[in-house]
């Protein structure tokens, strides 16, 4: 039988790094993702060429700063000067990588950024890990259609349901009304919402005092999950309006 390959992911929506105090501390960001080191950070509101930001691109300058080789940029809103979107770093190789827009009319514009991840396993093998990083609407409507949106991409509905794949990020999910979509049709599993008796949704939003669970992460496939929590640093009240999750698993 062929040995497991274990890897952690976090999931956090960084509000550009700028805190509950209004500063902007990208070292804070860093400081809690070097604390946890995940193989695969999912990051959402992430700035580059924006004044508030320092006209830094803010996630490679995250991903050089916590030491991340590989680094995909998918940007869905564009400022006067400069533009925001999702950011996935990861300390294996990226393969492939592209930004789906999930933008409903005249909304927001919202997108996912799917990443092809090859993690490498014991006595020289792989595995590939597809990965979507999403951030969608703050209507109810407006996220189911995002979500069905999603399920007809070439690159999730092309996917076969025993492929090793993750939906995580800020799913903006305060009642939890995607999670039948996910875990019904789609056949995805939940890493932060309780399934079984004695189990806690993990609860991310706001982050001083979290209420909502709007920070998710969905796999399937040959993966199993050991455990998944939010970030219980102290710094992490302030860094963002978010609490990052943090989930370890293993895909054979």
């Known amino acids: 039988m062929t040995s497991p390959t274990r890897f952690r992911v976090m999931t956090y929506n960084i509000h550009r790094a700028i805190g509950i105090d209004r500063r902007f501390r990208p070292e804070r960001v860093s400081r809690i993702i070097e604390t946890y ?14 004044p508030r930001s320092r006209r830094l691109d803010l996630g490679r300058e995250l991903a050089a700063s916590s030491g991340y080789p590989h680094v995909a940029i998918g940007h869905n809103v564009t400022l006067r000067r400069g533009r925001y979107g999702n950011a996935t770093l990861s300390r294996h190789p990226i393969l492939v990588e592209r930004n789906i827009d999930l933008t409903i009319g005249a ?3 919202r997108g996912c950024q799917h990443t092809t991840i090859v993690l490498d396993g014991p006595a020289g093998r792989t595995h590939r890990l597809e990965v979507f990083n999403l951030h969608l609407g703050l209507s109810a409507r407006e996220r189911a259609l995002q979500a069905t949106l999603l399920s007809q991409t070439r ?16 799913f903006n999910d305060w009642r939890s009304l995607l ?9 995805f599993r939940s890493a932060t ?19 909502g669970p709007l920070d998710r ?15 219980r640093l102290r710094i992490s009240r302030v860094a963002s309006d978010h609490l990052p999750i943090v989930a370890d698993f293993e895909i054979r």
Not at 155 to 163: G, I, K, R, Y
Not at 193 to 211: D, V
Not at 219 to 225: E, M
């Open 107 to 109: 909304s927001k514009r």
């Open 179 to 187: 999670y039948p979509f996910f875990t019904g049709p789609l056949q």
């Open 193 to 211: 919402e309780s399934t079984r008796r004695g189990e806690k949704t993990l609860l991310t939003y706001p982050s001083f005092f979290p209420r």
């Open 37 to 50: 080191e995940p193989d695969i950070v999912l990051l959402q509101e992430v700035d580059e060429g924006v």
């Open 217 to 231: 992460i969905y796999y399937r496939g040959p993966i199993r999950l050991f455990a998944a929590k939010r970030c």
């Open 155 to 170: 690159e999730l509905a092309a996917l076969p349901t025993n492929a090793a794949c993750l939906v995580g990020g800020d």
